[in-house]
């Protein structure tokens, strides 16, 4: 999976089998993503799954963190949901 962010407050990425794409806010460590939409190409079952779940950690996306080439998005709990490497 990939995400990138733009300067403004817009994001897009591939989640394995589709492309999404949304709006988001940072305030602080605060971070919000808007309502997420994706393209609806269909792959293998366990791909489709593998998608799902990730899609449904980015839409709890509370706050983050980033050290060094590092991100976490994490939920408001503070449990990490995704982490992502800087390519």
């Known amino acids: 999976q990939t995400l990138a962010f ?8 591939n989640a394995g089998c ?3 794409f ?3 806010e940072v305030e602080e460590n605060n ?6 939409g994706s393209t609806k190409m269909a792959c ?3 791909a489709m799954q593998a998608e799902s ?4 950690a980015l839409e709890n996306a509370a706050t983050y963190q980033i050290t060094g080439q ?3 998005i994490r939920d408001a709990e503070g449990n990490t ?7």
């Open 6 to 13: 733009d300067a403004e407050g817009k994001f897009n990425g």
């Open 44 to 46: 293998e079952e366990d």
């Open 70 to 72: 590092t991100l976490q």
């Open 18 to 20: 589709n492309s999404y």
């Open 22 to 24: 949304g709006s988001y």
């Open 53 to 56: 779940t990730y899609l449904a």
């Open 81 to 87: 949901l995704v982490t992502f490497s800087k390519q």
């Open 31 to 36: 971070l919000s993503l808007g309502a997420i």
